[in-house]
């Protein structure tokens, strides 16, 4: 039946910088209280390279990579969304707050005791680690791909408990 669902397309964009990764706190809309990458909906008349512009949200321009492909299907949702993901190393402008994202840097590498000193950033404040139990349930089984660079493809299917979702099961393939 996955063949006649709707597919609604989104992306999300990483800044991945000196082992730093931006977030942004979502403030409203769907997945709110969940840290994310910038982005959203792909309108009909444009690329998802464009769409993932995120210049509204995080103020900034940025050459995007493609990272990854996911696809999200969940129980009772009669819609299936299809998330093209993008990162970048680089930027242009000011990392600003939006009505939508409260941007943070955190520290994209796992915290060890020698990891310490290369944890700090900007006024040699040691950033928090990615806060993976405020992000969606499926985000810890990417995001190392994410961050090393490796490309993926992937589907996640959700079981609905009320209007909670739990990661029922997950495929990838890194391409
Ligand atoms: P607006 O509708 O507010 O954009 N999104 C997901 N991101 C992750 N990591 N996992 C999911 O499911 C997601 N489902 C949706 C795509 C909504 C934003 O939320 C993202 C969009 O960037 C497990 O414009």
């Given at each position: ?5 709707k597919?609604?397309?989104y992306?999300n ?5 000196d082992?730093?990764v931006?977030l942004?706190?979502k403030?409203?809309?769907f997945?709110?209280?969940?840290y994310?990458?910038f ?9 998802s390279?464009?769409a ?13 990579e493609h990272?990854g492909s996911?696809?999200?299907v969940?129980e009772?949702?009669e819609?299936?969304?299809?998330i093209e993901i993008?990162r ?5 402008g000011?990392?600003?707050e ?14 060890t ?7 700090l ?9 990615i806060?993976?139990s405020q992000?969606w349930?499926s985000?810890?089984?990417w995001?190392p791909l994410?961050?090393?660079k490796?490309?993926?493809?992937g ?7 009320g209007?909670e979702?739990?990661l029922h099961?997950w495929w990838?393939?890194t391409?």
């Amino acid at each position: 039946w996955l063949s006649y669902m709707k597919i609604k397309q989104y992306t999300n964009a990483f800044i991945v910088k000196d082992d730093h990764v931006l977030l942004g706190y979502k403030k409203r809309g769907f997945g709110k209280g969940k840290y994310n990458g910038f982005g959203g909906k792909v309108e009909p008349e444009e690329t998802s390279l464009q769409a993932a512009g995120c210049k509204e949200e995080s103020g900034v321009t940025a050459p995007l990579e493609h990272a990854g492909s996911l696809l999200f299907v969940s129980e009772g949702v009669e819609c299936a969304f299809q998330i093209e993901i993008y990162r970048t190393d680089t930027y242009e402008g000011a990392i600003t707050e939006s009505d939508e994202m409260r941007p943070e840097w955190f520290s994209a590498i796992a915290p060890t005791s020698s990891s310490a000193e290369v944890n700090l950033k900007g006024e040699g404040q040691a950033s928090p680690s990615i806060p993976f139990s405020q992000m969606w349930e499926s985000d810890p089984v990417w995001f190392p791909l994410l961050i090393s660079k490796q490309k993926f493809v992937g589907r996640a299917d959700f079981t609905r408990d009320g209007e909670e979702f739990k990661l029922h099961r997950w495929w990838y393939a890194t391409v």
